[in-house]
């Protein structure tokens, strides 16, 4: 059971397994109305208003994990540079 799986079910009150259930559907390139109408048995019958609001809750959070990721290895980056380099930096501006 993912993390996103997990969370989404907390805020959406819905069964985690259920949740699972419809973002592997949706990662594997299915449509939320052909998820909806012939896919209940892994989404637990959700309906088509809320699996577009669990789809684009989990763009939003990978979104955000991207951007974490981002930002950390923009930061690990520039902790690793030394002193001497970043007053070079600074010398040749």
Same mark, same amino acid.
């Given at each position: 059971?993912?993390?996103?799986?997990?969370?989404?079910?907390?805020?959406?009150?819905?069964?985690?397994?259920?949740?699972?259930?419809?973002?592997?559907?949706?990662? %594997?390139?299915?449509?939320?109305?052909?998820?909806?109408?012939?896919?209940?048995?892994?989404?637990?019958?959700?309906?088509?208003?809320?699996?577009?609001?669990?789809?684009?809750?989990?763009?939003?959070?990978?979104?955000?994990?991207?951007?974490?990721?981002?930002?950390?290895?923009?930061?690990?980056? %520039?902790?690793?540079?030394?002193?001497?380099?970043?007053?070079?930096?600074?010398?040749?501006?």
């Amino acid at each position: 059971m993912s993390d996103y799986a997990q969370q989404l079910a907390a805020e959406l009150n819905l069964s985690a397994k259920n949740v699972q259930g419809a973002i592997d559907l949706i990662d %594997q390139g299915n449509s939320i109305p052909f998820i909806a109408r012939y896919r209940k048995e892994a989404t637990g019958s959700m309906d088509d208003q809320v699996l577009r609001r669990l789809g684009e809750r989990l763009d939003y959070l990978r979104g955000l994990d991207a951007r974490k990721e981002e930002v950390s290895r923009s930061i690990t980056e %520039q902790n690793a540079m030394t002193p001497e380099l970043q007053a070079g930096i600074a010398a040749a501006k």
